[in-house]
């Protein structure tokens, strides 16, 4: 079975544990293949949607895995049962994946691998409200998109400004594809500035684009 980038990186993450929830699974291609590879022991593939509900279903069946893998028609942590220790939630955005986590009621989750399409900053700032920490981030680039990439484990969380936009870990290593990000950022900025009148306006962009470099020049 073939996994996009994004999605093989977050299988990675799920390595270990012993009862995987994928929300939005989609075609439950990654709880399948968590439990084949021997990631996990069983898995749950959640969706809200009624077509990828039978999709997964049918692939769930194709693969001969009913034994291991539930597939669940249910809305974001809703469905999640006891046994449950690791989550994947893949391919919404960060705000999208903040209200799934603000509104859970488990509290049994030992990690979650969550990508998220955009606005990672909102899961950052949530984490000292629902006992969470960054245990690992990573920015990567799959089919030409960047994507972010969080891990959470229970604990405490303590982010300056800075570290809530960009993600600490991020400041700390600047990888590649992060570094990428920030001067397709820069050249965007740019390009605004090179257009706008207002003065107030140039110079809340003109800071922008100096704390981005500010980031890109302190490289080590």
Do not use: W
């Amino acid at each position: 079975m073939h996994l996009s980038k994004r999605l093989e990186t977050c299988l990675r993450y799920t390595e270990g544990f012993q009862r995987l929830a994928d929300i939005g699974t989609d075609h439950a291609m990654l709880p399948i293949e968590a439990v084949l590879r021997g990631n996990v022991v069983s898995a749950l593939a959640i969706d809200n949607k009624f077509g990828p509900f039978l999709q997964a279903r049918t692939n769930v069946k194709k693969y001969q895995v009913e034994n291991r893998v539930k597939v669940v028609l249910g809305e974001g942590l809703d469905k999640v049962d006891a046994e449950t220790d690791v989550v994947v939630i893949s391919g919404l955005g960060g705000d999208s994946i903040a209200t799934i986590l603000e509104n859970m009621k488990t509290q049994n989750i030992k990690r979650f691998v969550l990508q998220a399409n955009n606005n990672a900053y909102k899961i950052r700032a949530i984490l000292p409200k629902i006992g969470y920490r960054l245990l690992d981030e990573l920015v990567l680039a799959d089919q030409n998109v960047i994507y972010d990439v969080l891990i959470l484990e229970p604990g405490q969380s303590e982010m300056n400004e800075l570290e809530l936009e960009f993600g600490p870990i991020n400041l700390r290593d600047k990888p590649h594809h992060f570094i990428q990000r920030l001067h397709s950022e820069i050249d965007h900025y740019k390009r605004i500035l090179a257009q706008v009148t207002s003065t107030d306006r140039k110079e809340l962009i003109q800071h922008k684009i100096d704390t981005l470099e500010a980031i890109v020049d302190d490289r080590k």
